[in-house]
T-cell receptor
């Protein structure tokens, strides 16, 4: 099983450039999430989606946009990259949110993004 | 809003010694608690979770954690560590309302010394 696949794995951008990170899951999960991981700060939620066609802001949404046009894909966009967005980005998905669903979040292997 | 504090950023432990990684949380409502492990250059994997019931929770790879409501803690323990346990460990919390979101601690890097 592929699980959660993130594309690309590495990318270097110049300030002001734009790019899209792709997350794909093959588990038929309803919920999908984008996090950023920075040294000493753990994981912080950027945006999330509770189903196809829906998105919601997380803890640190500024400078990012997302789309969930298909259930299996969750795209994270940087319209005008800034050095402060240098980070490791993780996508995750889960079957549901209710604790009784007994389903944890499954994570991808991350995208390492550097903004020069 | 809920928050998580992992008191130790780095924990070195000799191989085959016991280890405890500390986690404290803050929330005004009932919580659900998780421990995740991250191996180098990989995503996070769920070690164990507390949803309800017994306060002692057993997970994968011989880890266990105990939920202590009065001390608002969820410490992770293993009686004997191995080199393969070298990783970063994250405590996380979600709440009954808004439980689609996890709030993570800042992580504890566990280093096993041969």
């Amino acid at each position: 099983n592929a699980g959660v696949t993130q594309t690309p794995k590495f990318r270097v951008l110049k300030t002001g450039q734009s790019m899209t990170l792709l997350c794909a899951q093959d588990m038929n999960h309803e919920y999908m999430y984008w996090y950023r991981q920075d040294p000493g700060m753990g994981l912080r939620l950027i945006h999330y989606s509770v189903g196809e066609g829906t998105t919601a802001k997380g803890e640190v949404p500024d400078g990012y946009n997302v789309s969930r046009l298909k259930k299996q894909n969750f795209l994270l966009g940087l319209e005008s990259a800034a050095p402060s967005q240098t980070s490791v980005y993780f996508c995750a998905s889960s079957f549901g949110a209710a604790p009784t669903s007994n389903q944890p979040q499954h994570f991808g292997d991350g995208t390492r993004l550097s903004i020069l | 809003a809920q928050s998580v504090t992992q008191l130790d950023s780095q924990v070195p432990v000799f191989e085959e010694a016991p280890v405890e990684l500390r986690c404290n949380y803050s929330s005004s409502v009932s919580v659900y608690l998780f421990w995740y492990v991250q191996y180098p250059n990989q995503g996070l994997q769920l070690l164990l979770k507390y949803l309800s019931g017994s306060t002692l929770v057993k997970g994968i790879n011989g880890f266990e954690a105990e939920f202590n409501k009065s001390q608002t803690s969820f410490h992770l323990r293993k009686p004997s560590v191995h080199i393969s346990d070298t990783a970063e460990y994250f405590c996380a919390v979600s709440t009954l309302f808004g439980n689609e979101k996890l709030t993570f601690g800042t992580g504890t890097r566990l280093t096993i010394i041969p």
